[in-house]
């Protein structure tokens, strides 16, 4: 029986850590002279002389039926236990609830002095417990859920910090360098990442706005400067399917066409049959950076890496009917994207067409892609 409440108890505090950072909202005054509290959930082992005393203020981490896994106060410093309900009973005692302190902090700077990289700077901290060094998530190109995520640590020397906020410790300023696959005019989300009571939050004068370089930026002007000459050759036209260049017909062989006149090699001879979201053999030097499934929140981030001129290779939900498509721009604040293609028309035309779609459209007309760049 035993055996069963510790695995039942475990398994319930790994399943409530999983569903969020944030902990049972109580600061709890215990109600007796003393509580023993336990090493594990069999609530069999005595941790020596350690105890919660009464009036010392824990921190109620996790409840299950028979206990709570609380933060008590030892000497210098805490630990967490389970302590049985039947002897921690806060009912006869005042309490002061609280639902914990949010992490605090503010991203000072945002620069990129190298190509693909930017560097941040700052401080967060979390009040349930200064003595740790807070985990701190950035965001470029997006908030939370939408941007390429980075994960670093508030964990160099601010006396500053220390000295504004009267004692709360030396050691919680931040400053990293990352990498980032993002380029150009980018928004840098930065947040503190809770421990005890509270949730996660962004920091103060978050977001910020930065330009980040990109090595290929002259080649980048190439390709688009050529890619706008080849929309204003063909707009409006029929594609003419060029057999005898060997490239594919209909939007296959269009997408082709513009990937040979833009790179120099095609993208790709063959379709995958047994997923026609892909290609079978992509050309040497052409990389594919996605391919499978994808709902609208990837499509917004993968939109926001395509370069001008990418392959974008794509089905419908049902993973019947293919279609190519020219990457050509997205608006990630309007959700708007570009793309060029032929023979988009129900019937088929063969017209090649400019066309410009709210991402919500587009992203329920094409459910799976392959993305295939130079």
């Known amino acids: 029986m035993k055996r069963k409440f510790f695995a039942f108890m475990t398994a319930t505090m790994f399943f409530m850590?999983?569903?969020?950072?944030?902990?049972?909202?109580?600061?709890?005054?215990?109600?007796?002279?003393?509580?023993?509290?336990?090493?594990?959930?069999?609530?069999?082992?005595?941790?020596?002389?350690?105890?919660?005393?009464?009036?010392?203020?824990?921190?109620?981490?996790?409840?299950?039926?028979?206990?709570?896994?609380?933060?008590?106060?030892?000497?210098?410093?805490?630990?967490?236990?389970?302590?049985?309900?039947?002897?921690?009973?806060?009912?006869?005692?005042?309490?002061?609830?609280?639902?914990?302190?949010?992490?605090?902090?503010?991203?000072?700077?945002?620069v990129s002095n190298a190509n693909n990289q930017i560097t941040i700077s700052g401080w967060a901290l979390d009040r349930d417990n200064v003595n740790e060094q807070i985990r701190v998530h950035v965001y470029i190109g997006g908030p939370a859920g939408s941007g390429e995520g980075h994960e670093i640590y508030a964990n160099t020397y601010r006396p500053d910090v220390n000295r504004a906020l009267a004692g709360v410790g030396e050691y919680h300023g931040f400053e990293a360098t990352v990498n980032t696959n993002r380029t150009g005019s980018q928004s840098v989300y930065v947040y503190g990442i809770n421990i005890g009571g509270g949730e996660n939050k962004e920091l103060s004068s978050s977001p910020k706005t930065v330009r980040i370089n990109n090595p290929t930026n002259t080649h980048s002007t190439q390709i688009t400067n050529r890619l706008q000459q080849v929309i204003s050759e063909w707009k409006g036209k029929k594609w003419d399917n060029r057999e005898s260049e060997r490239i594919g017909s209909t939007c296959f062989g269009f997408a082709n066409y513009v990937f040979r006149e833009l790179h120099g090699v095609i993208a790709g001879s063959q379709l995958d049959w047994s997923k026609p979201y892909a290609l079978k053999n992509p050309s040497s030097g052409v990389s594919c950076t996605y391919s499978g499934y994808i709902n609208e929140n990837a499509w917004h981030i993968l939109l926001q890496e395509c370069k001008p001129g990418d392959f974008l290779q794509t089905t419908n939900g049902s993973n019947a009917r293919q279609h190519t498509m020219i990457f050509v721009s997205y608006n990630p604040n309007t959700r708007v994207v570009r793309v060029l293609d032929a023979n988009f028309a129900n019937p088929p035309d063969n017209i090649v067409r400019d066309r410009s779609k709210k991402l919500s459209d587009f992203a329920h007309r094409f459910q799976y892609v392959s993305r295939y760049t130079k």
């Open 17 to 110: 850590l999983l569903l969020s950072s944030t902990v049972l909202a109580a600061y709890q005054r215990t109600a007796d002279n003393t509580v023993p509290a336990y090493r594990n959930s069999s609530l069999t082992q005595r941790t020596g002389n350690e105890r919660v005393d009464k009036g010392d203020v824990v921190i109620v981490l996790q409840e299950t039926n028979r206990a709570y896994y609380v933060r008590y106060p030892v000497r210098n410093g805490t630990k967490d236990r389970w302590v049985p309900k039947n002897i921690f009973n806060t009912a006869s005692q005042s309490q002061q609830i609280n639902n914990g302190h949010n992490p605090e902090g503010c991203l000072d700077s945002v």
